[in-house]
């Protein structure tokens, strides 16, 4: 149950954007710039799995298996794959090294900005991330704290069946971040 009383039973995020849609819009605006838009050479799936890994840093259980799923519904892998990367991504062959290079700024990111090296960036950049790739990273990264502290921070409902939400990527997918249903 919510902190405060959101007159649905909708999980997570979604309850909260129901509450109060005047701030849903930006926030739903910002997740579908940085996680759907098509004019990004990083794909939807890597795009989520940052999100998926920011949230999993930050024990957000709802954001980490929404996000986890809609990236292993884009990445054509199941949640067991996710969670693995989650766990060591560094271990993850079946990431590039660009990618590793990427999740390992979104950690920093996650842990504070002024965490990120500019080692880290020098890493992503020999491994062929642009400026752009890097400057979404960390825009992610940081979005997807406050996605989860928002969350998290008003106690919302996170079905706690996992299969919850694989089975809603699909739609989710389709639909993008712009549709609330």
Request: glycine residues 10%; hydrophobic residues 40%; aromatic residues 8%.
């Amino acid at each position: 149950m919510a902190h405060i009383a959101l007159g649905n039973e909708l999980p997570g995020i979604r309850g909260l954007m129901e509450y109060r849609p005047e701030t849903a819009a930006p926030l739903n605006a910002l997740a579908e710039i940085l996680l759907r838009d098509d004019n990004n050479s990083l794909s939807r799936g890597e795009r989520e799995l940052i999100g998926t890994y920011v949230s999993y840093l930050n024990d957000c259980f709802f954001c980490q298996n929404v996000h986890g799923a809609l990236a292993g519904h884009y990445l054509g892998c199941d949640i067991n794959q996710i969670d693995a990367i989650k766990a060591d991504f560094m271990g993850a062959g079946e990431l590039s090294d660009k990618m590793k290079a990427l999740l390992t700024i979104a950690g920093s990111v996650q842990q504070g900005g002024k965490a990120v090296t500019s080692s880290q960036i020098s890493d992503a950049r020999s491994f062929g991330a642009t400026d752009t790739e890097i400057h979404d990273t960390v825009l992610i990264a940081a979005s997807f704290c406050m996605f989860n502290r928002y969350v998290d921070g008003l106690g919302t409902l996170a079905p706690s069946d996992r299969q919850f939400y694989v089975n809603r990527a699909p739609q989710r997918a389709e639909d993008g971040y712009l549709i609330l249903r």
